[in-house]
């Protein structure tokens, strides 16, 4: 997707979760996130896109210490503040040039990792929201099969760990839009192509289904699963984050 797109999304994305989060209250519990409520995840975001913010306006590109913002006011004030915060965090994204130079902890060292991390980050936050509120809309099939293909270029590094001992091949395969991907254990460990094949194990389902089931959101039942069934699991396990 073009930046133009995501930038749309993410404003689009911020309302939603700000009228979510006004809808379920701010003593609402998470489920997708347990411990939290809404106040919380609010505290969470706030923090997300102040941390982007400041590190995309930095002169050079070095590290900002992530904190989340003491003092944040209660109740209806602190949807309020999500919103004013995501609304400065867009302005700055649609004011920076996307090839600009910063730090960042992915592949990608300009301001484009930034507009489509906190894009991706929103819509599962957003639908965190929707949760508490009880009532869900799937994620836009297009960045749903982004943010699949930006965790297993960002996050999947963090976790070869424990993929390890995975013991098979697991194909991915969205049926709304295109996205299909194979994982399969190499010598440097799990190897990761876009590509229609067969896997010891086939999961398919929507984008959107296959992005909050990668992020805990949605539970395996969601997906069409074909093969070892108990692989899948062990993935799943391996690249909890």
């Not at 999947?156 to 399969?184: F, I, M, S």
């Amino acid at each position: 997707m073009d930046r133009t797109r995501f930038l749309d999304l993410l404003a689009a994305e911020s309302e939603a979760l700000a009228s979510a989060a006004s809808a379920a209250g701010p003593d609402a519990a998470v489920p997708s996130c347990p411990g939290w409520t809404v106040a919380d995840l609010l505290a969470h975001c706030i923090g997300g896109d102040g941390w982007a913010r400041a590190i995309v306006e930095q002169d050079e590109p070095t590290r900002v210490d992530y904190v989340t913002p003491p003092d944040l006011p209660e109740g209806e004030a602190r949807v309020a503040q999500f919103r004013d915060t995501a609304r400065g965090l867009l302005d700055t994204l649609r004011a920076t040039d996307p090839a600009k130079s910063v730090w960042t902890f992915g592949p990608d060292r300009t301001t484009t990792f930034w507009i489509r991390r906190r894009t991706i980050e929103t819509a599962i936050h957003r639908y965190d929201a929707q949760l508490a509120a009880g009532r869900t809309v799937p994620v836009d099939a297009d960045l749903a099969a982004d943010g699949v293909d930006e965790f297993f270029e960002v996050f999947l590094k963090r976790l070869q760990e424990g993929l390890a001992g995975l013991g098979g091949t697991v194909h991915l395969h969205c049926t709304d839009t295109a996205g299909e991907w194979l994982l399969a254990p190499g010598d440097a460990g799990l190897v990761v192509t876009r590509e229609h094949a067969k896997g010891d194990v086939a999961a398919r389902g929507t984008a959107s289904d296959l992005l909050l089931w990668i992020w805990g959101r949605v539970p395996v039942g969601s997906l069409e699963v074909f093969g070892d069934a108990a692989l899948l699991d062990r993935f799943r396990a391996a690249t909890r984050i």
